[in-house]
């Protein structure tokens, strides 16, 4: 069981920038492939970003250039430094694992395909 919790959520204006947090259990056993997934109000969860073991990361097209999925391993916390955000950006987010790699292409269509979910954390950018 791998156990998963978020913080950084919240509001801030169009333009700011905000730092989610993900706390993980790590460990040399195991390699865990991580993501961040969002949902929208009346919209399919999708993914935003993946990191995976080896150090590759993902980005959905649309937060190219502005979000940064990063890993402190010493830690064991997967951090989304959000910056130049968007209205369209608020959703729920949450952080997303699993001991097996999950294909981008699936992650980013879907959001779907991990085991283990954290809780979520809202983020609201007002224009």
């Known amino acids: 069981q791998i156990q998963l919790m978020e913080s950084g959520g919240g509001t801030v204006q169009a333009g700011g920038s905000l730092r989610l947090s993900c706390a993980h259990p790590?460990?040399?056993?195991?390699?865990?492939?991580m993501a961040w997934i969002r949902q929208a109000p009346g919209k399919e969860q999708a993914g935003v970003a993946a990191?995976?073991?080896?150090?590759?990361?993902h980005y959905a097209d649309s937060v190219k250039g502005r979000f940064t999925i990063s890993q402190d391993r010493a830690k064991n916390i997967l951090y989304l430094q959000m910056d130049s955000l968007k209205p369209e950006d608020t959703a729920t987010y949450y952080c997303?694992?699993?001991?097996?790699?999950?294909?981008?292409?699936?992650?980013?269509?879907?959001?779907?395909?991990?085991?283990?979910w954290g809780q979520g954390t809202q983020v609201t950018v007002s224009s």
């Open positions: 990191f995976e073991w080896d150090g590759t990361t």
């Open positions: 790590g460990g040399a056993d195991h390699e865990i492939y």
């Open positions: 997303a694992a699993d001991q097996d790699p999950i294909p981008w292409a699936v992650v980013s269509a879907t959001g779907g395909g991990y085991n283990y």
